[in-house]
């Protein structure tokens, strides 16, 4: 073999080498993902793996590890699986070759890394036939003869049935399609619906932390109830004669319904008044545990009189002019007392204390107590005459000035 030709040999030796490795880096290229399932019927190295039902890649390995089956897949560059997406083994047929599906398609968020590994949690397979067939089977057995319908129980259930269903199919039809409007009408009112469930939640929680509270007063309670039981006869003797009290008290109000309008219509004056008075009200509250007190010191058990110290300011004044005095201190001047009275005292007043000096009534009362004789003798003498600017302006009247 010439140099050339052996030349010639190798580089298409290395050729091929190249165009093998390029071919590996690209097929392996994209993400790789594992997934762990129970079973792995219908898979193959080569099977496809899709999203919506639309081939993004292909598996590579399916290798038996105990009591799981690990299959090595990998997905397209520029198709991207969301993070917390899932496996699923989708049989399109009873004898095709099966699929692996990951679900949901992406729309947002992280991105599955390539590496990726789906545990037992994250991955299904469908059911298989022989599955289904060993369920029939049960259930069949469990309903024939040498089961529920040993004593033709379930023939006597679906003889019952079909004679409850026939003729009613009408009814049945409507029910079926009303319960499709209520759960209709729940789907569209399912926040709401799930607001009253967690509302209804948070109630029984609150009842399960307040259980004590609760427990206690579910005792008292029947305490209660045991107690009015226990009185029943009384209790209804009570209330039978409070239903002649009430009889009586509606003849009451019946017979005196003119005189109760009008004690009520007198009971608003004597409110108003209180009202009026509720300063001086409160005044006398205020003082009279004061006085009481005081009074309680200066009463005297052993003699049986109260002890005091008067001294009666008042009483140093003529009579008149304490009257006066007393007049003028009243606001607002009673009913029974006129104005002109208060305008005549105001004008007697500077009149009698500078032109008539008159005697006080603690005088009076000293010569009274005293014994003093000429008191009588002034008494039967008749009265002073009275000083002449007193006397004019008695003349002129209290109006005049």
């Given amino acids: 073999m010439s140099r050339l030709t052996r030349m010639i040999a190798a580089l298409c030796a290395l050729a091929l080498v190249t165009a093998g490795v390029l071919w590996w880096t690209l097929s392996a290229s994209g993400t790789t993902v594992t997934a762990y399932f129970d079973k792995a ?27 799981v089956v690990r299959v090595d897949m990998h997905v397209d560059d520029g198709v991207r699986i969301p993070a917390d997406a899932n496996a699923v083994v989708v049989a399109p047929s009873l004898v095709s070759d099966r699929y692996v599906q990951l679900t949901p398609a992406y729309t947002q968020g992280e991105v599955m890394a390539s590496g990726a590994v789906l545990d037992r949690k994250r991955t299904a397979t469908p059911a298989e036939l022989d599955e289904l067939y060993k369920s029939v089977n049960a259930l069949s057995t469990a309903l024939g003869p040498d089961g529920a319908n040993r004593d033709g129980a379930l023939n006597d259930l679906l003889n019952t049935t079909a004679a409850t269903v026939d003729g ?72 039978h004669s409070l239903a002649f009290a009430l009889d009586d008290v509606q003849r009451f109000v019946h017979d005196n319904r003119d005189h109760l309008s009008s004690n009520v219509q007198n009971l608003t ?37 109260v002890a005091s110290r008067w001294n009666p300011q008042e009483l140093a004044q003529p009579p008149i002019l304490m009257v006066c005095r007393l007049i003028a201190n009243v606001t607002p001047l009673p ?67």
Avoid: H, W
């Fill in 168 to 239: 009613n199919g009408q009814g049945l039809n409507t029910t079926i399609k009303r319960l499709g409007e209520l759960s209709a009408t729940l789907s569209d009112n399912q926040d709401d619906l799930f607001a009253t469930v967690d509302n209804l939640n948070q109630f029984t929680g609150t009842l399960a932390q307040s259980d004590k509270q609760i427990r206690e007063l579910y005792g008292r309670m029947a305490d209660t109830t045991g107690y009015l039981a226990s009185e029943r006869e009384q209790l209804g003797t009570s209330l």
């Fill in 41 to 67: 019927v219908g898979l193959y190295a080569g099977s496809s793996v899709r999203v919506l039902g639309v081939k993004v890649g292909q598996i590579d390995t399916v290798t038996p590890e105990g009591p």
């Fill in 269 to 305: 004056g004597v409110t108003q008044a209180l009202v009026d008075q509720r300063q001086a009200l409160g005044e006398v509250l205020d003082l009279m545990p004061l006085a009481s007190t005081n009074f309680i010191n200066a009463y005297d058990s052993a003699s049986g009189s």
């Fill in 335 to 401: 009913e029974p007392i006129p104005q002109s009275l208060r305008d005549t005292c105001e004008k007697l007043n500077p009149v009698i204390q500078g032109l008539a000096p008159l005697p006080s009534v603690g005088d009076l009362l000293g010569k009274v107590q005293t014994g003093a004789g000429d008191v009588t003798d002034q008494i039967g003498k008749g009265p002073n005459p009275v000083p002449l600017p007193l006397v004019d302006a008695m003349k002129r009247g209290a109006g005049t000035p």
